[in-house]
């Protein structure tokens, strides 16, 4: 997945090629790593690899990609948000009661990213302006959510909801269109934060706060901005997890900020902030997917899952430490 | 001709110390004009002012013959003044063009980034400035000080500078790019370009300058034209005739060795370094920024523990691989940066005090408050320090009396060896002459003090043996008869090591690794 | 010596506690069952087990750092209490002291990792939190563990003079916990370490032993009190203790421990948990559900912050 521009790929000096290699290294890395874990999975149990799984794993985890977007540029930023889960959560209930109630699809579609962004923005000030640490405003923020929806609705199934609404289910040439909204999602979200200014100092901030102060970037819009679009993101993967299934459960997905957490510090953003690429974190969503799911495949039980997310977490940050660190 | 810059009468305090005292000097264009000082004489204060970082007190700055008064940097810089400072301010992860055009970079005609625009022109300042092989699209984490130092100076001149004010450029370079820097510079000056070039190195300064100006603690000495005077001038410019006799030096006959370093490697910044410190004796370290003076400290205290070599107290080898160690060895260490490294800021004066002999006022590992404060009070008269009482917090008091805190805090442990770094550094002169007394007093009660400073009449007035640093070595030592202003300043300048220009430690205080 | 005290105490705590008598007579007000000796000690055998973890995650939060994997070493010690009992037949004394060693060594753990490989707290131990959970769930492949012997249910559902065991317990901890932080040297170096790492460092103070001691009782606590846990409830599952460390942390920061460091007492740790507590069975009375409670919590805690930074902006 190449994420040069054209007009640029048009000068290519061999130097240009090395650095390329040199700073996508990490997504070469998870590249190979889902290409041995096809390869060795598949040969050991063939149903792994075949369309049907590969189709409803992309489907099943595509929202999570989506959602590593935001949360990738929200840890660049040097902050994190625990929140999410408990965010897609309620915005897919949202955006499920909505189009059971009758409301215009459309609006289910957007309403649910609207909302996003605003609770988000609302984050982003108290962790710009106010100065609550990020972990502490999105630990709460968490609860809050989380149990503010099972009250509401003690975790009762959404269910009727129109066909024309289930937008993850459409097809296109085939492939459901999750995949293709995260593909899309993704190079649009790369694209932007390597090229435009809002992309750029994201990294600054993140990479070395008080040079970013002194260079006169305006560091608080900018967490707000960040906050904000990682909201939007949210409301992505909401609506596509709220309209994969012809149910929805309103409860909040178990583990899943952790899993886009996860998705985005292996996928190669360092939780010290100022490095990554959003390219890295669907990678390692994809990774992630196919590793729950070959699990199932090996006729290693399921549950063990959580334990290998914690290592990848670990492992990575580790080898980003040593990295920089020289310990 | 116009100057390009004027500067006259300039004074500027930090509180209680008067840091410029009515600075005047000017620059014109197309001329390399060189700041000189000892660290401490105000150099950095002037060029931040000139630079818009802060404003002056009193006086005034003309820029082309118009008054101007900057409120920001940006200001500065949109009239035409770039500095390169020493602390580089780029962003590893960005690219050179990137980091070139940071804050005013070409736009498109829609608002986004003109990224083609962007390489092009950061291509052709660095072809200006003679690197065509510095890669603009290279992520600047990746390069090399030097070539880093060159996109700061490209950055510079992105903003179409007319005044480059640079601070120290060469201190972190090895001769071959201090030479392509100064290659630079030179081409520079032929474009027009007024230079203000702060740097300790005097062979540069004779290669390059066209004027050299001379500070001292903060005011002006005086201004010539470069081929007007020797090397010998200007040391003696820069440090002065006469030493203040204020220095209360108790004679002593130095006792016992007690500190002895052999050999003593830590990376590459301390390298193979053996001395020895008696009792009762004061050896001052002096040597220029970078020469690893404190890096040598940190590694006999611990916090960087060495590589190689050995450190003896009393004959006998031991180990410091942490500052607990060192304590335990009746090894104390009083740091360059109080603030960070010395005190706890929002704590108390007492306990401040007790820090560093925690376990020794306890009972079964319960503080005793009684003796905490009977140990903060006796500190206060001990050593003078000015506060309402023990309960002050510390971030209160003024620069010498933080200093006596500290001092307390060490001297509490009842240490056999100390080590001062800079231990007047930002304070009064008042307070300087409290805490040299407490110092000759201190030796006279058999300690073995090293005291590293970077005040050339403070390390003469004070010390039984000078010893010079340089790259991480000692290159001279003093008694303190021989020890004039001139032989030590030629010592730390390299001013006679011949034609060669000295070979740059790779080691700035930032890169010892904590 | 007291204006010392005072000194220190003032504005937080002191703010603290009225808020908590002001919430405790609304609260009798509002309901004739919360005031009543069975309901308040009640209350004090539930709170034990946030209580008993707020303690070391005071001194953990004072340094500047933070511990999020509780809820999970938590859980883990529960399975595995569970699992050396029954599955490797163990007897019951031994399991439970197995369960808290293991609590041990995972404090421990994210303590090494913090300490000796230098990742920042928050992230360390968001993925010992995952880890640790993980292998809890792997472990117990989603069984619970029952039929444990009535003297150990009896542990945590018995009175001791009319309190609650775990009460007492509780009460034990806090004293000694006040009394390591508020009066020894230990209590000094974490409060140096989280007000300047590197100027404590400089004074010779052992930062780093400090720290992998004060992470090791926070994982060690959590194990104790999830064996006391099981005893209460008389079954172990592998999602005990989730969103545990939620409840840890407002408490603490609630009692006036400041979240960068440097700044905090158990005295205040103390009424901030009888405070959150008096919250939940506050709402519990008023019909409110479990889930409606943990808004109010989450709120809690960042409205908690949110003043405290006020507060310290006044001046310090």
């Excluded at chain 2, 032929?190 to 300064?205: A, F, K």
Aim: overall charge positive.
């Amino acid at each position: 997945m190449s994420v040069e521009t054209p007009a640029l790929s048009r000068l290519v000096p061999i130097r240009r090629w090395k650095s390329f290699f040199e700073s996508y290294g990490q997504e070469f890395v998870i590249l190979a790593a889902l290409i041995v874990l096809f390869v060795g999975v598949g040969l050991y149990n063939p149903r792994f690899i075949s369309t049907n799984n590969l189709t409803s794993m992309f489907v099943g985890n595509a929202y999570i990609a989506i959602a590593a977007i935001g949360m990738s540029m929200v840890i660049i930023s040097g902050n994190i948000d625990v929140s999410v889960g408990s965010l897609i959560g309620v915005l897919g209930t949202i955006s499920g009661t909505m189009a059971v109630s009758g409301y215009p699809i459309i609006l289910c579609w957007l309403v649910p990213i609207l909302i996003g962004m605003v609770i988000n923005a609302g984050v982003g000030v108290l962790v710009a302006y106010v100065k609550i640490p990020s972990i502490v405003v999105t630990l709460g923020m968490l609860s809050i959510l989380k149990g503010g929806l099972i009250s509401v609705t003690g975790g009762a199934w959404i269910s009727g909801m129109p066909p024309e609404f289930m937008i993850a289910q459409f097809r296109l040439f085939g492939l459901p269109s999750s995949v293709y909204f995260m593909v899309v999602l993704t190079v649009l979200a790369a694209l932007w934060m390597k090229y435009s200014v809002f992309g750029r100092t994201i990294y600054a901030i993140g990479g070395n706060p008080e040079a970013a102060r002194v260079s006169g970037i305006r560091i608080q819009p900018s967490i707000v901005g960040v906050f904000t679009i990682h909201g939007m993101f949210a409301g992505f993967a909401a609506v596509l997890f709220a309209t994969q299934l012809q149910v929805i459960q309103s409860t909040v997905p178990p583990n899943l900020e952790l899993t886009v957490i996860t998705a985005s510090v292996v996928g190669g953003v360092s939780i010290l902030g100022g490095t990554g690429t959003v390219l890295g974190s669907t990678l390692a969503a994809i990774l992630f997917a196919a590793i729950g799911s070959s699990l199932v495949f090996l006729n290693v039980s399921a549950y063990w899952l959580r334990a290998v997310q914690g290592l990848m977490i670990l492992a990575t940050v580790l080898a980003d430490m040593a990295r920089r660190r020289r310990i | 001709m116009t100057n390009l810059l004027e500067v006259s009468g300039i004074s500027k305090s930090f509180g209680p110390v008067k840091v410029l005292k009515e600075i005047s000097f000017d620059v014109r264009p197309g001329e390399v004009h060189a700041l000189l000082g000892e660290n401490g004489a105000g150099k950095s204060t002037l060029i931040k002012i000139v630079a818009g970082v802060i404003n002056a007190d009193e006086g005034e700055v003309r820029l082309d013959g118009k008054a101007v008064r900057f409120s920001s940097p940006r200001e500065a810089a949109a009239h035409g003044i770039a500095t390169v400072y020493q602390e580089l301010l780029l962003f590893p992860d960005l690219s050179v063009a990137e980091n070139i055009y940071l804050g005013h970079a070409p736009k498109t005609k829609w608002g986004t980034l003109d990224w083609n625009a962007m390489r092009a022109g950061a291509r052709a300042l660095l072809d200006s400035l003679d690197s065509p092989d510095l890669d603009v699209d290279t992520t600047v984490g990746k390069l090399s000080v030097a070539n880093r130092q060159r996109v700061e100076i490209a950055k510079a001149l992105s903003q179409d500078a007319k005044l480059v004010i640079m601070d120290e450029p060469t201190a972190a370079l090895a001769d071959a790019d201090a030479r392509r820097l100064m290659d630079v510079v030179k081409r520079l000056r032929d474009r027009g370009v007024g230079i203000i070039y702060v740097s300790h190195r005097l062979p540069e300064i004779f290669a390059l300058a066209d004027r050299v100006t001379v500070l001292r603690d903060g005011a002006y000495v005086g201004t010539k034209p470069i081929g007007e005077v020797t090397e010998g001038d200007l040391v003696s410019m820069m440090v002065g005739r006469a030493i203040d006799h204020l220095f209360p030096k108790v004679d002593t006959t130095p006792g016992e060795t007690i500190l002895e370093v052999k050999n003593l490697t830590y990376r590459n910044t301390v390298n193979d370094i053996s001395l020895t410190v008696r009792a009762g004796e004061i050896v001052g370290i002096a040597g220029l920024i970078g020469s690893g003076r404190t890096e040598l400290a940190l590694t006999i205290f611990g916090i960087t523990p060495a590589t190689s070599g050995e450190i003896l107290i009393d004959g006998k080898p031991v180990t410091i691989s942490s500052p607990d160690d060192a304590r335990r060895l009746k090894i104390a260490y009083v740091p360059e940066d109080r603030g960070s490294q010395g005190l706890i800021r929002p704590q108390t004066v007492r306990e401040n005090v007790s820090l560093a002999i925690l376990d020794r006022i306890a009972r079964a590992f319960v503080v005793d408050r009684r003796k905490e404060s009977a140990l903060a009070k006796d500190a206060i008269e001990r050593f003078g320090i000015r506060t309402r009482g023990p309960e002050q917090r510390v971030k209160q008091l003024s620069g010498g009396n933080q200093q006596k805190v500290v001092l307390a805090k060490w001297i509490a442990t009842e240490p056999r060896v100390l080590i001062m770094d800079e231990p007047t550094r930002g304070i009064d002169v008042g307070a300087k002459a409290e805490i040299h007394a407490l110092m000759s007093r201190l030796a006279g009660q058999g300690l073995a003090v090293l005291m590293i400073s970077s005040e050339l009449p403070e390390v003469l007035g004070m010390s039984d043996r000078v010893l010079v640093m340089r790259g991480g070595r000692i290159v001279a030592q003093f008694d303190r008869k021989d020890a004039t202003p001139d032989a030590v300043g030629a010592a730390m300048t390299a001013a006679k090591a011949g034609a060669s220009l000295e070979s740059a430690p790779a080691g700035l205080r930032g890169a010892a690794a904590l | 010596m007291a204006t010392m005290v005072m000194n220190r105490m003032l504005r937080h705590e002191v703010i603290l506690a009225a808020l908590l008598i002001a919430a405790l007579i609304v609260l009798a007000g509002q309901s004739e069952h919360f005031w009543t000796a069975d309901n308040l000690l009640n209350q004090g055998r539930l709170m034990a087990e946030v209580g008993l973890i707020a303690l070391p995650m005071t001194f953990v939060i004072v340094t500047g750092g933070i511990d999020l994997s509780v809820g999970s070493i938590f859980g883990l010690s529960a399975i595995l209490l569970g699992v050396f009992w029954q599955n490797l037949g163990m007897p019951l004394p031994v399991a439970m002291l197995g369960a808290v060693i293991v609590g041990a060594v995972a404090g421990l753990g994210n303590g090494f990792i913090i300490t000796r490989f230098k990742v920042p707290p928050l992230i360390a131990t968001l993925a010992t939190l995952a880890l640790y959970r993980g292998l809890a769930e792997g472990i117990s492949q989603a069984r619970s563990v029952r039929g444990y012997p009535d003297w150990f249910l009896g542990l945590g559902t018995n009175d001791l003079l009319g309190v609650p065991n775990q009460l007492w317990l509780m009460i034990l901890c806090f004293v000694i916990a006040a009394f390591i932080l508020g009066m020894t040297t230990f209590g000094r170096t974490t409060y140096a370490i989280g007000s300047n790492e590197v100027a404590a460092r400089f004074s010779g103070l052992r930062v780093d032993r400090a720290k992998l001691l004060i992470y090791g009782a926070s994982g060690l606590i959590a194990g104790l009190a999830a064996v006391i846990f099981v005893s209460r409830v008389s079954t172990t599952r592998s999602d005990m203790g989730t969103g545990l460390e939620l409840d840890v942390i407002t408490a603490v920061v609630l009692g006036g421990t400041s979240i960068f460091g440097g700044r905090g007492t158990i005295i205040g740790t103390g009424l901030g948990l009888i405070l959150m507590q008096a919250l939940k069975n506050g709402l519990a009375l008023s019909g409110v559900k479990g889930d409606g409670t943990i808004v109010v919590i989450g709120a809690v805690l960042i409205a908690a912050i949110l003043v405290g930074n006020l507060l310290s902006r006044d001046g310090d």
